[in-house]
């Protein structure tokens, strides 16, 4: 798998692969949401089979998990190394993450809250950025557009980043500056 160097490489790639196979990344936004809750409704199913004795909660992870993997495989058709595994527990510890945040929040730690949110989200930041190839190169970031109209005609326009402001730095800052830019579920 080739690894994309440049938000305008991206966006050449979606546009070409559109051409072929029409596919928006909003879409495969939600997909991930709902594969998080495949591999919590698994991880229930266990859980709930371990604490009740029943064996008909275990009975049910199969079915639950082929459909997950068939999901996971409309966003990683194609992988190299353990991607399918990182990519499934990046996910997974994202979508945990979240959880204990919002039970921090319903009691009232609202820092503690904001912190579980914010690690939740690198994570899920790594799922995207390692699937969509930008993890292990430099990523370098084309300056967006004025004015980004969430247009369907500007679709391409809206999905290139703002440019980096100079106190954003690291890999996790330009991870977290591409998912908020190009994988937006509100552009339809």
Request: hydrophobic share 40%; charged share 25%.
């Amino acid at each position: 798998m080739s690894k994309i160097k440049t938000v305008k490489e991206f966006v050449e790639k979606m546009d070409a692969a559109k051409k072929v196979n029409p596919k928006d990344l909003s879409s495969d936004q939600d997909l991930s949401i709902g594969i998080m809750n495949l591999i919590s409704i698994e991880e229930h199913l266990m859980f709930s089979g371990a604490k009740t004795g029943k064996t008909e909660f275990y009975n049910m992870i199969n079915g639950v998990r082929d459909l997950r993997k068939r999901m996971m495989q409309k966003i990683i058709p194609s992988y190299e190394g353990e991607v399918w595994c990182i990519s499934k527990h990046l996910l997974a510890a994202s979508m945990r993450l979240f959880e204990v945040g919002t039970k921090a929040q319903s009691s009232g730690d609202a820092a503690q809250a904001n912190e579980l949110f914010d690690e939740s989200y690198n994570l899920y930041c790594l799922f995207w950025g390692l699937n969509m190839g930008m993890i292990g190169g430099d990523l370098k970031y084309a300056a967006a557009p004025k004015s980004q109209k969430a247009t369907k005609a500007a679709q391409p326009a809206a999905i290139a980043p703002a440019p980096m402001p100079e106190t954003a730095k690291g890999g996790m800052s330009k991870l977290k500056n591409w998912v908020k830019n190009a994988v937006n579920c509100c552009i339809e």
